[in-house]
């Protein structure tokens, strides 16, 4: 049996901004229910911590760099391929609703369906009632439609943040606890409670239509918030990603410790569909063996490329790569004699709180400002005992050959990507939109 494809994508979320992932504070009900009617991955990886590179490498199952589309306001290489070329000919409509951040077109072709990319809180940014009518024509024919909302991403001007009590919040330990980020805390949860009653329209529109046994739900929430050490950052607060997949009757309820990243979900889309996956087309690996409990393990290593050239307000280079296991991430700076800056440096009310605690002479802001602007070489992190990623453990003899295993993956990995370091980042701006419209 072809399941009919409902993914729902978030923007600018961090995975641990759910009731699901053990956030007391946040209030998602929807989304929980979701996790707990099917597979909830707790190693779920994108592969940049930005929006377009993040979105093309899950349309493509290719990523960032081998694609081309690893600064952000970027484009793929002109023989890429991605979703609608694989799911057309197997019978599938294929659409898209709400935000796009993808090119060019023509690599891309979605039927699109309307939305906003980028909400300015003004009227109505995702129309579901589009969703609703595109199931109801389709009857028993197949389909996949991915739904892609605004929200988090900032400005965070949805949702009723007033339910939110600011200094009753549990801050992440990264966080200088200032009033500006604690009132910023209650803006971005309240977004995300938004988004999460848009996922339970979506449940809703598939009950109502009949089709939720045969369809296949997956939701993930993109790359990290824009706070300071998420997203543009290779931490597993840019990179990691919750990923819930739903598919009554086929998926058990559980919670699975496979590592999984976003290049996994066109291959699976396809084998699900009822085509062959090619090898050496894709740099993910279907996942119906693990959806279907034959199955428990997946990579032994996810992968990620920021790019900072050419971002708003970015450096002129600042390359990041990353590599992690079960137990530890290795972050490698490409350019760590430089200072790294964007706009949450130049411009987010939180950041330059703590900027300002720092220079009253605060220590520990004094750290996390310091640590976001100057970096070194090389960063490593046992997740297991330092999940925030706030003690780098790089240098420290006892941990010299787990740098050594984990940076020749690293090594072997950017070689099969074409990923020249240095010489990729000071590139890059090549690879950017030639005509910078967003589509």
Not at 49 to 60: D, E, G, I, K, V
Not at 112 to 126: A, I, P, R, S
Not at 252 to 280: C, F, H, K, W
Not at 432 to 439: E, G, N, S
Request: proline letters at 6%; aromatic letters at 12%.
């Amino acid at each position: 049996m072809t399941p009919n494809i409902l993914l729902f994508l978030a923007d600018d979320c961090s995975w641990h901004d759910f009731g699901c992932y053990g956030n007391k504070d946040v209030y998602t009900p929807n989304i929980d229910s979701l996790a707990a009617r099917g597979m909830r991955f707790e190693y779920c990886f994108n592969s940049a911590p930005m929006c377009a590179p993040t979105r093309m490498s899950l349309f493509t199952g290719i990523h960032p760099v081998r694609n081309g589309a690893h600064p952000n306001h970027s484009r793929v290489y002109d023989h890429i391929k991605s979703v609608p070329h694989y799911l057309r000919p197997l019978g599938y409509r294929v659409a898209l609703i709400g935000k796009t951040h993808h090119a060019p077109a023509e690599n891309f072709p979605f039927e699109f369906l309307g939305g906003l990319h980028h909400d300015k809180g003004e009227g109505v940014d995702l129309d579901l009632s589009r969703v609703d009518s595109f199931v109801e024509q389709q009857g028993d024919e197949p389909w996949c439609l991915m739904v892609q909302s605004n929200q988090p991403h900032s400005p965070w001007n949805r949702g009723d943040a007033s339910v939110y009590e600011t200094e009753a919040l549990k801050l992440p330990p990264y966080f200088v606890d200032t009033p500006e980020t604690r009132e910023a805390m209650t803006r971005y949860y309240a977004e995300i409670s938004y988004m999460d009653e848009q996922v339970g329209e979506c449940i809703r529109i598939l009950e109502k239509r009949g089709v939720e046994e045969n369809t296949l739900v997956i939701f993930l929430s993109e790359q990290g918030s824009n706070f300071p050490h998420c997203k543009w950052t290779c931490y597993d607060s840019g990179l990691r990603s919750a990923g819930v997949f739903v598919w009554p009757g086929e998926i058990e309820p559980s919670v699975s410790e496979a590592m999984i990243q976003y290049v996994d979900v066109l291959p699976t889309l396809i084998e699900l569909a009822g085509g062959r996956v090619e090898n050496g087309v894709f740099d993910g690996r279907s996942l119906t063996a693990l959806l279907k409990g034959d199955e428990h393990h997946h990579h032994d290593y996810s992968f990620g490329v920021q790019t900072s050239s050419g971002i708003g307000k970015g450096p002129e280079a600042f390359g990041i790569r990353s590599v992690r296991d079960k137990r530890f991430r290795l972050i490698w700076n490409l350019n760590p004699e430089g200072e790294f800056q964007n706009s949450v440096t130049f411009q987010n009310a939180t950041f330059q709180s703590w900027e300002r605690r720092a220079e009253a002479g605060d220590a520990f802001a004094q750290e996390q400002v310091s640590r976001y602007r100057k970096r070194p070489e090389y960063e490593l992190y046992d997740m297991s005992k330092d999940p925030f990623e706030m003690r780098n453990l790089a240098g420290n003899p006892e941990y010299a050959e787990e740098f050594k295993r984990l940076k020749a993956e690293l090594d072997g990995w950017m070689k099969q990507q074409g990923d020249a370091g240095v010489e990729t980042e000071m590139a890059a701006k090549e690879r950017k939109r030639k005509d910078r419209r967003r589509k």
